[in-house]
């Protein structure tokens, strides 16, 4: 198991049910906490109703379409991106031979720090967690003053990502 739980899809489908309920007063707002409860049921409920769904508070298929695709459209004039969380919950942790987009993501920022800190050249973004990128966290994790495991758990992956976005802002003085 990746440690990628149930709870995210949740959160995401509470997120979107949130936006859709600030321009469709008929859909009750949530919150977004992961969990599948009577509010979430109720806000479900109440879209299905409003777009000629069959009614039983459950996020099928075609529901979840319909309201991504609903959120979609109220998205489209945003001023400003959604922020994208990639990783998924504090108890997770990647580790040696792990496949998953999380670490595809893992080794894009690493590719993009090799620069600032001079790791291994040869980062490839794979989605498959091997020894080269372990080195490059453990030498990532020296340099924050955290055990050096090379393993990425929730600390190592807010460095990095804490990195990762004063790397971008030097990346765009440079250009």
Known sequence: MNGYDDREYIRQLQD???YISLKDPSVPKVTVDGIY???TKNAVSAFQKAHGLKITG????????????????IMQGCESPCPLYVFPNTGYTVVL???SDVVSF??????CLCFEYDFDKDIKITGEYNEKDAEAVKKLQSIHGLDTTGTVD???WNCMAS????YGKIFEYRR
């Open 163 to 166: 990195d990762y976005k004063m």
């Open 58 to 73: 459950e996020a099928d298929l075609k529901t979840w379409n319909m309201i991504k695709n609903e959120y979609d459209k």
């Open 37 to 39: 409860g009577k509010q």
């Open 97 to 99: 031979g792990e496949k």
């Open 154 to 156: 929730c600390l190592t």
């Open 106 to 111: 893992i080794q894009l920022v690493l590719e």
């Open 16 to 18: 979107y049910l949130y």
